[in-house]
């Protein structure tokens, strides 16, 4: 049996970037380490989780919550480091 650090591991992504799909999609984080998944091996997806990572700091910032705002900004430059060919890849296109 596969435990919830089990599906994250094979998920490809950092806890914070699976809870950040997991708050903006409302979704549980373990539907989130799957969708993440999903994205990170579909044209298209990596920018897709670009853009949900970016629209989760907006609405933190929004919502006068600037610490957050700020551990999703982390969250991103970690993100775009990891996959910067996938994201420059898809830009070109």
């Given at each position: 049996?596969?435990?919830?650090?089990?599906?994250?591991?094979?998920?490809?992504?950092?806890?914070?970037?699976?809870?950040?799909?997991?708050?903006?999609?409302?979704?549980?984080?373990?539907?989130?380490?799957?969708?993440?998944?999903?994205?990170?091996?579909?044209?298209?997806?990596?920018?897709?989780?670009?853009?949900?990572?970016?629209?989760?700091i907006?609405?933190?910032?929004?919502?006068?919550?600037?610490?957050?705002?700020?551990?999703?900004?982390?969250?991103?430059?970690?993100?775009?480091?990891?996959?910067?060919?996938?994201?420059?890849?898809?830009?070109?296109?």
């Amino acid at each position: 049996m596969l435990t919830i650090n089990d599906v994250f591991e094979l998920s490809e992504l950092s806890e914070d970037e699976i809870a950040a799909i997991a708050e903006h999609e409302h979704i549980p984080q373990i539907c989130a380490a799957e969708y993440g998944y999903y994205l990170c091996h579909t044209e298209g997806g990596t920018p897709a989780l670009h853009r949900i990572i970016l629209d989760d700091i907006e609405a933190a910032r929004a919502a006068g919550h600037h610490e957050k705002a700020e551990r999703l900004r982390a969250v991103l430059r970690k993100f775009v480091q990891e996959h910067r060919e996938l994201l420059n890849t898809s830009q070109a296109e």
